[in-house]
């Protein structure tokens, strides 16, 4: 009879675990993964510059001193002047002269220093002197000037 119960117990455990088998079976869903629907996709936005017809201003900028120094650290800057002209035909409003000190081996731009001028008038030449503008003392840097302005 211990034999029968023990055989009754096995036979039931197993109809138990094959019933949860098939019912985990049952509860999916065929047809493989669920494809999401499709959307139209958005149409970019166009980025259009206003540039208003008549007098503009316009700016050409030029390096024309770069020196490294040294401090009593033994730490390095760089002492930089540039010349920016307006060369165009109206006065640049908000100006914003940004000079650069840029890693000549990888091309990075190593510190920055922004000058703002709020108008700038046409033929007018001015000339800026940063300092400092710090880097390493073992790179080889050069400068540039980059020059944006509102629209008239």
């Known amino acids: 009879m211990p034999l029968l119960r023990k055989a009754c117990m096995g036979l039931l455990l197993f109809a ?18 669920e494809v999401p629907t499709p959307t139209p ?12 017809d008549g007098p503009q201003p316009s700016f050409s900028a030029t390096i ?3 020196e ?11 002492v930089v002047t540039g010349r920016v002209t307006n060369t165009g035909t109206a006065p640049g409003r908000n100006v914003a002269i940004r000079f650069m000190l840029i890693d000549d081996e990888n091309g990075m731009i190593r510190s920055t220093e ?12 001015k000339m800026f002197t ?15 000037i980059a020059v944006t302005r509102d629209i008239p």
Do not use: N
């Open 16 to 33: 138990c675990l094959a019933g949860a088998v098939f019912v985990t079976g049952c509860t999916e869903t065929s047809g493989g993964p």
């Open 41 to 52: 996709e958005e149409t970019p936005a166009v980025h259009a510059v206003y540039t208003p």
């Open 64 to 66: 024309t001193a770069s």
């Open 68 to 78: 490294r120094r040294f401090r009593a650290d033994g730490s390095c800057y760089w």
């Open 114 to 125: 922004t000058i703002f001028v709020p108008r700038f008038p046409p033929g007018e030449a």
């Open 130 to 144: 940063i300092d400092p503008l710090p880097g390493d003392c073992d790179r080889q840097y050069h400068a540039e």
